[in-house]
Nanobody, 124 residues
Framework: QVQLVESGGGLVQPGGSLRLSCAASGFTIGSYAIGWFRQAPGKQREGVSC???????RYTDSVKGRFTISRDNNKNTVYLQMNSLKPDDTAVYYC??????????????????WGQGTQVTVTS
């Protein structure tokens, strides 16, 4: 049974940092593409970042240079390091896989599995 459990969200001031973690079970993350999407109230779902089994990384334009996705295959965990946070980054962040197993521009529209989400709030 596939399970994804996110953690690491919280309240942070603009310019601050957070590291999100997603612990996976039921499959080996190193063999699949996996990523993070976010959902804010009144806004469309946005694919933040994903990483392929070959470690190719994709980022949405608004987070490039600020966020970094990584993966620890030994821990079966994927991370999202978020620096220079802005109020517009406020959202619930979800760890997820694409049902096609891809990390392309529409991966977050074809969800296979996803976690319960973790809230990130950026405010002064």
């Amino acid at each position: 049974q596939v399970q994804l459990v996110e953690s690491g969200g919280g309240l942070v001031q603009p310019g601050g940092s957070l590291r999100l973690s997603c612990a996976a079970s039921g499959f080996t993350i190193g063999s699949y593409a996996i990523g993070w999407f976010r959902q804010a109230p009144g806004k469309q779902r946005e694919g933040v970042s994903c990483i392929t089994s070959g470690s190719t990384k994709r980022y949405t334009d608004s987070v490039k240079g600020r966020f970094t996705i990584s993966r620890d295959n030994n821990k079966n965990t994927v991370y999202l390091q978020m620096n220079s946070l802005k109020p517009d980054d406020t959202a619930v962040y979800y760890c997820a896989t694409d049902v096609r197993g891809l990390c392309d521009s529409s991966w977050y529209r074809n969800l296979g599995s996803w976690g319960q989400g973790t809230q990130v709030t950026v405010t002064s």
